[in-house]
């Protein structure tokens, strides 16, 4: 059996494709390695059922592709993609990228482009079943599955009104995020939002949709103002209705005082049995009933956004025409049988219903459902137009006289909708809409809030308008917004994090109100909402959706491009700090080289108006920039730097240290920033991995436009960089708490901690369980080197070794490196080992710890500080043995490793 181990669904940009996909985990089983050649019968069956597969290119290039291949012989695995794509787009989805690649035995790795995801989920695991039946040589009923997946497309899918207005948006490059399965989509990101859902917007009051709603009030508060309406009254039961028609004469219109798209309205009412039957109908909708005058004339709507009337189309009931043949049911079942008629709101146009209020139309035709009219004979089928039951539309958008435009704004105005479907009645709305006597031709009967949009769209007559684009235009001014903040982007192996706060700090410096991801929590504005490691795709939606958010700064890890891919389309500058051999033997990525084609995903999000910051003094960065279309940005250590040198000799942009300045160049213009010793963050220069940090934040501000001014002030202002080469007094003795997490943080850090005086350096390692046994024993290697005595400690999340595995592998490395085994302790926990270190390490020596978990050191630092009766203070400055040298190239090309 051919099963689904895994779904996952990636909404934006990925490592397979540009476009949403859903990737699967899939197991053949048994038919690992058979290829369709070997299955007697099976392609024919296959393109029996599905004869559509036939004009698949697959990797020909031309229509039949897919046949020779299948004829030729391919694997089941990649059968299965092509099923998927086509199951969707047989339901309507506008899908063509697929790829299938075998990833272990058995199993498969098969990815395919979606438009809707739970239909791309449904139609995986209907492709999936359907496959298991042809290899059985059972029926696949192909058919049904088709009508359950168009089931769910229904359901599930965008509706037409809010698909028309989100592509809309996407042509005008504004980013859409769907919020829920149904029609609640944000429409650009932070401060620059929009919130629509349907028709109704985030700027639509809700007094106004309510007022809409009631259609009494509705009327009422238009008489009020002055705007003709049909007189009518509310009323709670049959004998008062019949009380009311009397007072009002005929003809009448009955509706629900509450309700929309034509449920329970009965138009055109003469006698007191219909009366009675329409009270029924409407009573079933809402308990109070509206017996209004019946307005005759033409039926139009009218379609006002933001003051604007943008639309407006003539509405027709919908009719059948004998043919002396046929009875009413079955001409209404040919009408229904246009594909352009569908069920809802799927089809430009609405199958009628043969329900109650079709019969009573009918019926006072003098006529039943099964009655044959003459040939030429028009049978009215219901005297409303709404499309939702039946009905067509004229468009006449350029027809509608100024006086009726006026008077539909004032309606959408006085009711308090920014987007409204006005319907008015008149005889034509071309002409004037009130005479020269001052008396109207004519009568608003209904604003309609969240007014559906396919009559504009697919009329049956006159010219298509694009309203979903007016609606956009409406909700982002041409030239105001494009609904988007600035966002930067940070990837690469180290620094990450302290590129990441360092930026916000710049930024919120400028006067930005920031949103910012990085590996211990998403803040926004400065607060930190959520806690954890936060750099995957979710974290940088939250702060995409929130709307005090003024400019985005997203840490964006290798993990999380890899599960999830990224929450957005594009970014105004990314950012790649350095690459290194870390997270090697995870998720696929065997080598650098894929480690660099999953991080490069962030470099090609970059627009041509986009900017990419680059670090010169690593070659495999630099390799990346061929894969942004923006202009790429420099960043070194060292001003004879090759690269940066030739960039700059060619007019580019660049930021490096020279004579211990960070400045910043633009070809032969150097613009001075600040002195490296200046900065809080490198310990008056010390810490040389943090000066690349310095440059490569001040190269991304630079890029976003804030102030040289602005940007040394901010740097000389940042303090605070927790579990970051974090320095703490206890009395006489000093701790260092890091982050390191690979052998090149490990490097840095120690080597940085070597140049301290102290009367010894005492260090407690761990790494992660998910890093290669090698990279493991590298950095007890490391350790090794630097530190006089080492406590091992171990993770809690040993990340799939048994415990105490990944402790043996560093003692190993340790040991490896010619290091005395009674200099090392091994104390799992790593709290434990902290306070141990503690107790080991005389007065004037320092402790450096390799954390877990953050707030676990500090409490345990905290704890032996209490208990020694000593303060513990965080420090901005050190005592080191002599003052570095800021960065020469052989420290710039150690720091990361070639």
């Excluded at 329970?264 to 329409?278: I, K, P, W, Y």
């Excluded at 799992?828 to 954390?851: I, M, R, T």
Aim: proline residues 4%.
């Amino acid at each position: 059996m051919v099963n689904i181990v895994e779904m996952r669904a990636f909404p934006k940009r990925n490592i397979h494709t540009h476009h949403r996909v859903m990737q699967m985990e899939v197991d053949l089983g048994e038919h690992d390695g058979v290829l369709t050649s070997d299955l007697e019968g099976f392609s024919g069956r296959l393109l029996e059922e599905f004869p559509s597969l036939r004009e698949h290119h697959c990797s020909r290039g031309y229509p039949g592709g897919l046949v020779e291949r299948l004829r030729e012989g391919t694997l089941l695995g990649h059968v299965l993609e092509h099923l998927i794509l086509e199951m969707q787009t047989l339901t309507g989805c506008d899908v063509i990228y697929g790829k299938t690649r075998r990833i272990a035995a058995s199993l498969y790795q098969v990815v395919v482009e979606y438009e809707c995801e739970a239909v791309a989920r449904a139609a995986s695991l209907e492709s999936v079943r359907i496959l298991n039946a042809l290899l059985a040589g059972n029926s696949c009923e192909g058919e049904r599955a088709l009508e359950r997946l168009a089931k769910i497309k229904r359901e599930k899918g965008l509706g037409p009104s809010t698909r028309a207005i989100v592509e809309a948006a996407e042509r005008r490059g504004i980013p859409a995020m769907r919020l829920n399965e149904r029609s609640l989509v944000q429409l650009g990101y932070g401060k620059e939002q929009k919130m629509i859902q349907a028709t109704m917007t985030g700027n639509t009051s809700c007094i106004g949709v309510d007022t809409a709603g009631d259609k009494a009030l509705c009327k009422q508060l238009l008489a009020d103002c002055g705007i003709p309406v049909p007189e009518g009254y509310v009323v709670r039961s049959f004998e008062e209705a019949v009380e009311r028609a009397h007072d009002l004469g005929g003809p009448l219109a009955i509706k629900p005082r509450r309700g929309n798209q034509g449920r329970g309205v009965s138009l055109n009412l003469e006698d007191e049995q219909s009366l009675e039957l329409a009270y029924r109908f409407a009573r079933f909708i809402d308990e109070e009933v509206l017996v209004e005058q019946f307005i005759m004339g033409q039926q139009y709507r009218v379609l006002v956004t933001g003051d604007e009337v943008v639309a407006a189309s003539l509405r027709i009931p919908p009719s059948v025409t004998g043919d002396g043949i046929r009875t009413i049911r079955e001409l209404v079942e040919d009408l229904n049988s246009d594909p352009h008629r569908g069920e809802g709101h799927e089809s430009p146009l609405t199958r009628v219903p043969l329900d109650d209020i079709t019969s009573l139309t009918v019926n006072r035709q003098g006529l039943k459902l099964d009655s044959v009219p003459d040939d030429g004979k028009v049978v009215r089928l219901r005297d409303g137009a709404n499309l939702s039951t039946g009905g067509t539309a004229v468009d006449v958008t350029d027809s509608v006289h100024a006086s009726a435009a006026n008077v539909c704004r004032r309606a959408a105005r006085i009711v308090g909708l920014d987007l409204a479907g006005v319907d008015l009645v008149t005889e034509d709305i071309s002409q004037p809409f009130v005479d020269q006597a001052g008396r109207s031709e004519g009568a608003i009967v209904e604003v309609n809030a969240a007014p559906g949009l396919r009559m504009h769209q697919f009329p049956s007559g006159g010219r298509a308008r694009d309203v979903g684009q007016a609606i956009v235009d409406h909700l982002f001014p041409q030239c105001q917004s494009e609904g988007r903040i600035p966002i930067v982007a940070i990837t690469g192996s180290n620094g990450k994090t302290t590129t990441t706060r360092l930026l916000e700090h710049l930024l919120s410096g400028a006067g930005y109100k920031t949103g910012m991801i990085t590996s211990d929590g998403i803040y926004i504005a400065g607060e930190n909402v959520v806690k954890g490691d936060t750099t995957g795709p979710w974290s940088a939606t939250v702060v995409l959706r929130d709307p005090q958010v003024e400019a985005a700064v997203l840490e964006t890890a290798r993990g999380g491009i890899i599960a999830g891919g990224l929450a957005f389309d594009y970014c105004d500058v990314a950012v790649v700090t350095n690459i290194s051999s870390d997270h090697l033997g995870q998720d696929d990525v065997e080598t650098l080289d894929d480690l660099i084609d999953v991080k490069s995903l962030v470099v090609e999000t970059v627009p041509r108006w986009g900017r990419t910051v680059l670090n010169a003094d690593d070659p495999r960065v630099m390799g990346m920039a061929g894969r942004s279309l923006g202009e790429p940005i420099l960043f070194s250590v060292e001003d004879k730097n090759l690269s940066l040198v030739k960039h700059l000799n060619a007019g580019g942009s660049g930021v490096y240290v020279s004579d211990g300045r960070l400045v910043w160049a633009r070809g032969r213009k150097v613009t001075p920033l600040v002195r490296v010793s200046d900065v809080p963050l490198t310990f008056g220069g010390l810490l040389e991995h943090n000066v690349q940090n310095l440059a490569a934040a001040a190269a991304a501000a630079l890029a976003m436009g804030i102030s040289p001014t602005t940007i040394s002030k901010a740097m000389t202002d940042f303090q605070k960089n927790p579990g970051r080469f974090e320095v703490f007094k206890l009395g006489e003795r000093t701790a260092v708490v890091d982050y390191g997490h690979n052998v090149v943080g490990y490097t840095v850090t120690l080597r940085a901690l070597n140049q301290m005086r102290a009367s010894q350096r005492l260090g407690v390692v761990g790494i992660p369980g998910d890093r290669r046994d090698s990279d493991i024993k590298a950095a007890g290697r490391v350790a090794a080197r630097f530190l006089d005595r080492i406590i091992v400690k171990e993770d809690l999340e040993t990340r799939g070794r048994e415990r105490g595995e990944v402790s043996q592998l560093l003692l190993n490395g340790i040991i490896q490196a010619s290091y005395s085994e009674e200099k090392v302790d091994i104390i799992l926990d790593e709290k434990d080992a902290v306070c141990a270190g503690l107790e080991q390490l005389p007065p004037g020596g320092c402790l450096v710890v390799f954390y877990e978990d953050y707030d676990r050191i500090i409490d345990a630092l905290q704890s032996w500080a209490d208990q020694h009766s000593v303060d513990l203070q965080r420090v901005n400055e050190v005592d080191h043995s002599s003052t570095p040298a800021i960065i020469g190239p052989e420290r710039a090309a150690g720091m990361t490793p070639q």
